[in-house]
């Protein structure tokens, strides 16, 4: 009887063990992710704002185009965008866009309990991002707020708050709010298109190695299409959290310009990101086979 309680005392403290490894193993998974999914958004932000700032202070510091313009900002995030999947795809899968993430838990392609982990690491790296790009290009703002008007003892404008943040091309009084809608879903949606496709082993089965590269080209390709209206915002995460940055740091119009359209690039890439990913799972998805 001893022996036998001995045994079933042991066998308790043996699943014990497991069940708090398995438990640790899962927090730790939980973390990598999150810590992941940071540093990647930190990096698309950086180098994509990046390009933003380099074109439209160096532009405006000299007086002329020698920095470029649309073309490099568009190159600019599809590569900042190739970087980050290279950095955090390996543990994450790299998403780096709260509507990707949304998307891909839509599809059951991540479970769902892991999205507001995802989140919280884009919504963060994003903003530190942001608070780094401020600081690094600190002069140059000001440098360019004191081009526009020699008065300005300090405050920013919106001569510069397009570095942080995307802003309707056109005067709201020439571009419906419906277009702005349907520009921010359209053009998420094409970017889920492309990385479910891209990522489908039954499509085209493209090398892990490239993967990276296809995605970010992809977005420049969007942006090259459909930067007009609306500047190519399609991810909460890169416009949101810098927009919070520049209302904190003393910008006054980020969330009352353009009759307050903020929450145009920020709720409604959800949607398009849904769309697009169900969209591709219907019309392609679902007619592949494993090994075909």
């Given at each position: 009887?001893?022996?036998?309680?001995?045994?079933?005392?042991?066998?308790?403290?043996?699943?014990?063990?497991?069940?708090?490894?398995?438990?640790?193993?899962?927090?730790?998974?939980?973390?990598?992710?999150?810590?992941?999914?940071?540093?990647?958004?930190?990096a698309l932000v950086i180098f994509g704002d990046?390009?933003?700032?380099?074109?439209?202070?160096?532009?405006?510091?000299?007086?002329?185009?020698?920095?470029?313009?649309?073309?490099?900002?568009?190159?600019?995030?599809?590569?900042?965008?190739?970087?980050?999947?290279?950095?955090?795809?390996?543990?994450?899968?790299?998403?780096?866009?709260?509507?990707?993430?949304?998307?891909?838990?839509?599809?059951?392609?991540?479970?769902?309990?892991?999205?507001?982990?995802?989140?919280?690491?884009?919504?963060?790296?994003?903003?530190?991002?942001?608070?780094?790009?401020?600081?690094?290009?600190?002069?140059?703002?000001?440098?360019?707020?004191?081009?526009?008007?020699?008065?300005?003892?300090?405050?920013?404008?919106?001569?510069?708050?397009?570095?942080?943040?995307?802003?309707?091309?056109f005067g709201t009084n020439q571009v419906t709010?419906?277009?702005?809608?349907?520009?921010?879903?359209?053009?998420?949606?094409?970017?889920?298109?492309?990385?479910?496709?891209?990522?489908?082993?039954?499509?085209?089965?493209?090398?892990?190695?490239?993967?990276?590269?296809?995605?970010?080209?992809?977005?420049?390709?969007?942006?090259?299409?459909?930067?007009?209206?609306?500047?190519?915002?399609?991810?909460?995460?890169?416009?949101?959290?810098?927009?919070?940055?520049?209302?904190?740091?003393?910008?006054?119009?980020?969330?009352?310009?353009?009759?307050?359209?903020?929450?145009?690039?920020?709720?409604?890439?959800?949607?398009?990101?849904?769309?697009?990913?169900?969209?591709?799972?219907?019309?392609?998805?679902?007619?592949?086979?494993?090994?075909?």
């Amino acid at each position: 009887l001893k022996k036998k309680n001995s045994a079933s005392s042991t066998l308790k403290v043996v699943t014990e063990e497991k069940n708090s490894m398995k438990i640790g193993k899962i927090t730790n998974q939980y973390v990598r992710e999150f810590l992941a999914e940071t540093l990647g958004t930190f990096a698309l932000v950086i180098f994509g704002d990046g390009a933003v700032a380099q074109v439209v202070l160096g532009n405006a510091a000299r007086g002329n185009s020698f920095f470029g313009g649309f073309l490099n900002i568009s190159f600019g995030y599809g590569l900042a965008l190739m970087i980050g999947i290279c950095i955090s795809g390996g543990v994450s899968g790299g998403h780096l866009n709260p509507a990707v993430t949304l998307a891909m838990a839509a599809v059951k392609n991540l479970k769902w309990i892991k999205v507001p982990i995802y989140m919280a690491g884009q919504y963060l790296g994003a903003f530190l991002a942001a608070l780094v790009l401020w600081g690094e290009y600190a002069d140059a703002i000001k440098i360019v707020e004191l081009g526009q008007d020699p008065a300005n003892s300090g405050s920013y404008t919106s001569a510069t708050h397009v570095i942080f943040a995307s802003y309707p091309f056109f005067g709201t009084n020439q571009v419906t709010t419906l277009s702005l809608v349907m520009d921010q879903m359209l053009g998420t949606a094409m970017l889920l298109i492309i990385i479910v496709a891209v990522t489908d082993k039954n499509n085209m089965n493209i090398q892990s190695s490239l993967v990276p590269f296809t995605i970010g080209l992809g977005l420049t390709a969007i942006h090259l299409s459909f930067g007009l209206n609306a500047g190519c915002g399609i991810n909460p995460a890169r416009d949101f959290s810098p927009r919070v940055l520049t209302i904190l740091a003393g910008w006054e119009e980020p969330f009352k310009a353009a009759d307050s359209w903020f929450w145009i690039p920020w709720l409604l890439p959800h949607v398009g990101g849904v769309l697009g990913a169900g969209l591709y799972k219907v019309m392609v998805g679902m007619h592949t086979k494993d090994g075909e």
